[in-house]
């Protein structure tokens, strides 16, 4: 069934537009908040937010919506998705909320919400909540002396940096360790350079500044390159590139080099397996991973399980298979053991425990396998359903009989743009690009 809100990742669109004006959100909050109402005891619902401008209008007009139906709500303010995943069960709140667009620019905003036990909705739900907010939802206001109230939590970021620190073992340090970390001007611009020198590091900030329309502006996990220039020219040991809510990380080595989240789980991998961490003998990612890392895992005896492109489709495998460690290329790195959804502090530290450990630079320690050449082609549309095209069709097809058992194909529709996903792989780099070139073409001239 087609989602009229719901994206991958909770709601998602152009602030002020379409599905993501305060209407919507105040719609949202009266649905959720009716959905998560249990009994008749007192109800709460926290709320976090990264740096958008439009985080005010979306934030105010959920507790408008919420506190309607009676939810008392917490606001933290700016925080990272991670955090209020964990302050929800942590203050026993029976619903979380996170007002963020991830890794978008500033325009965009988006609505991501959390049940009690910390963990994304499931598509269920979502549809339930999307259900709720188009039928008779002003049937259900409260009372008037049942309304619910609204006040703000000054400690949740120190909550959160606690939270983080004791994550990284504690017969460890980072004393002698330089760090350049990018916090993309968003949710964890504050709480990252913090938790990072608490622990001992030398912290070289980028993206700190945030002032509402520079989030992920040149910096943080998409926009690296200012990091990576400012570790070669400050000679760090390790650089730590956020995303704007701060649920993806991406590394750079000692020499500035890239080192994307398939290599990170590679790495944790191998290193839970070794301190016999590891709760199951593999780990869970999508179908856009490397076959690099799969085959790496392979000859170490573990297995890779791919899901669908998101990272909640990564928990729910995780937690109905057992896993602890899985996440996405794109930097989504999620250790069940610590957090309920990507946290891309919490697996930054992890890769810094490693360092310390085996006392090897990043550069080695992360050069875990050679990564197939593998070519990511995004494709706009306006309108339609060019996918279901017979030319786009019979592209795939021919694509996948020319790559043959040495790669692989993954064409989607992105659940948060209006944009098709053209990706191949395989040994032979240019027949990869061509592969992928002629599908893009095919999907242009079906859309058109």
């Not at 000054?154 to 909550?159: I, K, P, S, V």
């Not at 301190?275 to 573990?302: F, H």
């Not at 946290?343 to 630079?361: C, E, F, I, S, Y």
Request: proline fraction near 3%; charged fraction near 25%; include cysteine.
């Amino acid at each position: 069934m087609a989602r009229k809100y719901f994206g991958t990742d909770g709601i998602r669109g152009t602030a002020n537009r379409s599905n993501m004006t305060a209407e919507t959100a105040l719609r949202v909050g009266m649905a959720a908040g009716r959905y998560f109402t249990r009994g008749e005891h007192r109800h709460r619902v926290v709320i976090g937010k990264d740096t958008r401008l439009s985080g005010y209008m979306i934030e105010n007009a959920l507790v408008a919506g919420f506190t309607s139906v009676g939810m008392d709500v917490v606001q933290f303010g700016p925080l990272p998705t991670p955090a209020v995943a964990m302050l929800t069960r942590s203050m026993r709140a029976d619903l979380g909320v996170m007002i963020s667009a991830s890794h978008n620019s500033y325009e965009d905003n988006g609505i991501k919400l959390f049940g009690p036990d910390g963990f994304k909705l499931s598509d269920d739900v979502e549809h339930e909540i999307e259900r709720m907010m188009d039928n008779g939802i002003h049937d259900h206001l409260a009372k008037p002396e049942m309304i619910g109230r609204a006040k703000r939590l000054e400690d949740a970021q120190a909550r959160y940096i606690e939270f983080a620190k004791r994550t990284f073992p504690k017969h460890l340090s980072l004393e002698g360790v330089r760090i350049v970390v990018d916090c993309a001007n968003g949710a964890a611009y504050k709480v990252a350079p913090t938790a990072l020198w608490e622990l001992g590091a030398e912290v070289v900030t980028v993206g700190v500044d945030p002032d509402g329309t520079n989030i992920n502006a040149r910096c943080g996990s998409t926009a690296p390159e200012r990091m990576c220039s400012l570790v070669r020219e400050r000679r760090a040991d390790i650089g730590i590139a956020l995303d704007g809510d701060a649920d993806r990380v991406i590394i750079a080595d000692e020499n500035g080099q890239i080192i994307d989240g398939d290599q990170i789980m590679g790495l944790v991998a191998q290193s839970w397996k070794e301190m016999g961490l590891l709760s199951a003998p593999g780990i869970v990612s999508t179908v856009m991973s490397n076959l690099g890392l799969e085959r790496y895992l392979k000859d170490q005896g573990l297995s890779l399980a791919r899901t669908q492109v998101g990272d909640r489709y990564v928990v729910e495998h995780m937690r109905s298979h057992g896993f602890n460690v899985g996440g996405e290329q794109s930097g989504h790195i999620v250790l069940s053991d610590f957090a309920t959804t990507g946290d891309g502090l919490v697996a930054a530290l992890q890769v810094l425990a490693v360092l310390q450990t085996t006392n090897k630079p990043v550069s080695e320690a992360c050069d875990l396998f050679e990564p197939l050449p593998q070519l990511l082609k995004n494709v706009r549309f306006r309108s339609g359903a060019p996918l279901e095209s017979a030319l786009v069709q019979e592209a795939i097809k021919e694509g996948e009989a020319r790559l043959g058992e040495s790669g692989r194909i993954v064409v989607r529709k992105s659940g948060t743009e209006p944009l098709i996903r053209v990706m191949a792989e395989g040994d032979d780099e240019g027949l990869v690009e061509a592969v992928v070139n002629d599908i893009a073409t095919a999907i242009e001239k079906a859309a058109a």
